[in-house]
């Protein structure tokens, strides 16, 4: 149980271009959902906390307009990266959490590769 | 806000013992978490401690020291396949937020 997949597993887009990620709980209803983001070699960073039906908490230094971030249901988040650049080419992970799988356990997704030529 | 410090490399030989470090600052904390993560794919949770003291589960073991904050995670019997970056993180914040350590790449040798 518990399970959290992503859509999709990895994605190639020009410069300019907007990406939406699909995070999806596939097992239970997550209360939160949470964006990551990992460069090579380096940890995971967290972009933003999300509960279904409520507007997402960015952590500092994320630029909430070009991270969009839709929590619409229980089962289901989406991250549209807007106008990617180069530079958004990351690791983008999902992970989410519910009081009725254990409170304390997030649950991540196998991630999504961005590369932005 | 949270920091944690853990070493960046280890390296170990198959079926020995290891034991990776983990020290943080934080407030509203909650638990200390472990996490495996090989190359490309997404982190795996190993455990998680919210209570002092050391809880086991098969060759992984993992401790916590609230009065220091600190905690560690015991590998046993190591295998090859135990090669891989390992993250300490901890729990805190009314949204339980993880925070993750920079990690440490455990490296086995045969």
């Known amino acids: 149980g518990a399970v959290v997949s992503q859509h999709p597993s990895w994605v190639i887009c020009k410069s300019g271009t907007s990406v939406k990620i699909e995070c999806r709980s596939l097992?239970?209803?997550?209360?939160?959902m949470f964006w990551y983001r990992q460069f090579p070699k380096q940890s995971l960073m967290l972009m933003a906390t999300?509960?279904?039906?409520?507007?997402?908490?960015?952590e500092q230094g994320v630029e909430k307009d070009k991270f969009l971030i839709n929590h619409a249901s229980l089962t289901l988040s989406t991250l549209t990266v807007t106008s990617a650049h180069p530079e958004d080419s990351s690791f983008y992970i999902c992970?989410?959490?519910?009081?009725?799988?254990?409170?304390?356990?997030?649950?991540f997704g196998p991630g999504t590769r961005l590369t932005v030529l | 806000g949270q920091s944690l410090e853990q070493p960046s490399e280890v390296t170990a030989v198959e079926g020995a013992i290891v034991q990776i470090n983990c020290t943080y600052q934080t407030s509203g904390f909650y638990g200390l978490s472990w996490y495996q993560q090989h190359d490309g794919g997404a982190p795996t949770f190993l455990s998680y401690n919210a209570l002092d003291g050391l809880e086991e589960t098969g060759r992984f073991s993992s401790f916590l020291s609230r009065s220091d904050s600190y905690g560690y995670l015991l590998l046993q019997e190591l295998q090859m396949k135990d090669s891989a970056s390992y993250f300490c993180a901890v729990t805190s914040g009314s949204a339980r937020q993880l925070t993750f350590g920079s990690g440490t790449q455990l490296t086995v040798l045969p």
């Open positions: 999300s509960n279904e039906g409520s507007k997402a908490t960015y």
């Open positions: 097992d239970f209803q997550a209360t939160t």
């Open positions: 992970s989410a959490s519910a009081t009725s799988v254990g409170y304390n356990e997030q649950f």
